[in-house]
C-alpha cells in the first residue's frame, strides 16, 4: 500500500491520497482520533508532506467535509427527481437517501457532523452544505406551497430531525435494539409518511 500512495504522491495528487487515508482513519478511531501525520504515513509520506495542502487537522476535515456535501447533494438530488407525481413520496425518498448517504459514507457523515468545521471560516463548506439544505427546503415548498413559510420550516426540521436520527442510530447499530432486525428503510419511510401525512391533515 505504501508503494501505490508514493506513486499517487510523485503524480501530482497527494491531496487526494491523504483525503483517503484521512476517511480511514476516521472509520477506524473516529474524527477525534484523527492525526495529520498518521494520514502521512498511511499515504506513504512524510509528516511534513501534508503541509502543502493543508495547514492543519482542521483544513483536512474541511476538505473532507465539501467533498462530502457534494457527495450528500448529488445522493438528495436523484431523490428529489424521483416521483414527481407524489410530492410526499419524494420528500421520503429524500429521507431513505440521507440514511443511504451515511452508510455508504460513514467517515465522510461523521465529519460533517461531528467535526464542527466553521464554516464562515470554509466558505466552499458553508456553499455546498447550504447547496444540499436548498433542495430539502425546495422539497418542502413544494409539498405545501400554500403553507406559512414557518409552517414549512417545522417541516423541515422534524424531517431532517428523523432522517438524521435514524442515520446516527443506524450507523451506531443502537437501532437494532429496537427493530429487531427488521428492514430500517420500512420503518423509516412510515415514520416519515405519518409526519407528513399530519402536517397535509392539519392543512385541511
Known amino acids: ?5 508514493k506513486h499517487a504522491y510523485h503524480h501530482g495528487d497527494l491531496r487526494t491520497a491523504l483525503v483517503r487515508a484521512a476517511l480511514q482513519l476516521i472509520e477506524k478511531h473516529g474524527v477525534k482520533g484523527l492525526a495529520l501525520s498518521d494520514a502521512a504515513r498511511l499515504s506513504g509520506v512524510s509528516v511534513a508532506a501534508p503541509y502543502r495542502h493543508f495547514k492543519d487537522k482542521e483544513a483536512l476535515l474541511a476538505g473532507i467535509a465539501a467533498e462530502g456535501f457534494a457527495l450528500f447533494h448529488d445522493a438528495l438530488a436523484q431523490a428529489l427527481e424521483s416521483h414527481p407525481k407524489d410530492k410526499g413520496k419524494r420528500l421520503v425518498e429524500m429521507g431513505v437517501a ?11 457523515f461523521k465529519v460533517m457532523w461531528e467535526s464542527v468545521i466553521p464554516k464562515d471560516k470554509y466558505p466552499e463548506v458553508r456553499q455546498v452544505a447550504n447547496s444540499a439544505y436548498q433542495l430539502l427546503q425546495q422539497a418542502v415548498f413544494e409539498l405545501l406551497p400554500e403553507s406559512s413559510a414557518a409552517r414549512r420550516q417545522a417541516l423541515i426540521a422534524a424531517a431532517w430531525s428523523i432522517a438524521h436520527g435514524y442515520a446516527s442510530l443506524t450507523l451506531g447499530r443502537e437501532l437494532e435494539v429496537v427493530t429487531a432486525g427488521k428492514d430500517n428503510r420500512k420503518l423509516l419511510r412510515q415514520a416519515l409518511h405519518l409526519l407528513i401525512d399530519q402536517f397535509a391533515a392539519e392543512e385541511e
Do not use: L
Open 98 to 108: 440521507y440514511v443511504d448517504f451515511a452508510i455508504k459514507h460513514p467517515s465522510h
Open 1 to 5: 500500500m505504501t508503494a501505490t500512495r
